[in-house]
T-cell receptor, first 115, second 114 residues
Framework: KAGVTQTPRYLIKTRGQQVTLSCSPISGHRSVSWYQQTPGQGLQFLFEYFSETQRNKGNFPGRFSGRQFSNSRSEMNVSTLELGDSALYLC??????????????FGPGTRLTVL | AQTVTQSQPEMSVQEAETVTLSCTYDTSENNYYLFWYKQPPSRQMILVIRQEAYKQQNATENRFSVNFQKAAKSFSLKISDSQLGDTAMYFCAFMNLNFNKFYFGSGTKLNVKP
């Protein structure tokens, strides 16, 4: 079974631009979560999507948004990019058969650099 | 609010020796899970071990074991017989079962030296 895939793997943008990152979960997984990873900060939770609906949200400004499609694929969008948005963006998928513990499987990440 | 603290930004260990990575967390919840994830250089994050808060017995996975002290809110990872392939960033994580949210620590970079 293929793992979680993220595209693109690397991205360079300039301040003020917007960017869209894509995540394809493991087949059959219904939940997709997004994280921002920066040195010294670890992983910070952005949001989680389940059945095309945002189920959980972290403490990020409205410039960060996402969506999930009917095939569970998810996109994350960042508008008006700032230098501080440079990070590794990780997506993780899980089966989400029921509420409670559900192992998350991570993708390789998209490395975003904002100049 | 839930927080996870890893106070060791970087550690080194000789191959075949034992190393312990520290993690503390803060929560008012009683129903949660704790995890250790491994992120090798330029590779994907993978789950190393997990612990259910309601279980008193410490989880073990081969060379990896945890010391879970619920009252102290401490969750350390012990790696025995360290191998070169254990070189990675290790993240401690907490999952609130009521809200299905994960909280991660800032990570510990482990270098295993030959």
């Amino acid at each position: 079974k293929a793992g979680v895939t993220q595209t693109p793997r690397y991205l360079i943008k300039t301040r003020g631009q917007q960017v869209t990152l894509s995540c394809s979960p493991i087949s059959g997984h219904r939940s997709v979560s997004w994280y921002q990873q920066t040195p010294g900060q670890g992983l910070q939770f952005l949001f989680e999507y389940f059945s095309e609906t945002q189920r959980n949200k972290g403490n990020f400004p409205g410039r960060f948004s996402g969506r999930q499609f009917s095939n569970s694929r998810s996109e994350m969008n960042v508008s008006t990019l700032e230098l501080g948005d440079s990070a590794l963006y990780l997506c993780a998928s899980s089966l989400a058969l029921s509420r409670g513990y559900d192992e998350q499987f991570f993708g390789p990440g998209t490395r975003l650099t904002v100049l | 609010a839930q927080t996870v603290t890893q106070s060791q930004p970087e550690m080194s260990v000789q191959e075949a020796e034992t190393v312990t990575l520290s993690c503390t967390y803060d929560t008012s919840e009683n129903n949660y899970y704790l995890f250790w994830y491994k992120q090798p250089p330029s590779r994907q994050m993978i789950l190393v071990i997990r612990q259910e808060a309601y279980k008193q017995q410490n989880a073990t996975e081969n060379r990896f074991s945890v010391n879970f002290q619920k009252a102290a809110k401490s969750f350390s990872l012990k790696i025995s017989d360290s191998q070169l392939g254990d070189t990675a960033m290790y993240f401690c994580a907490f999952m609130n079962l009521n809200f299905n949210k994960f909280y991660f620590g800032s990570g510990t970079k482990l270098n295993v030296k030959p």
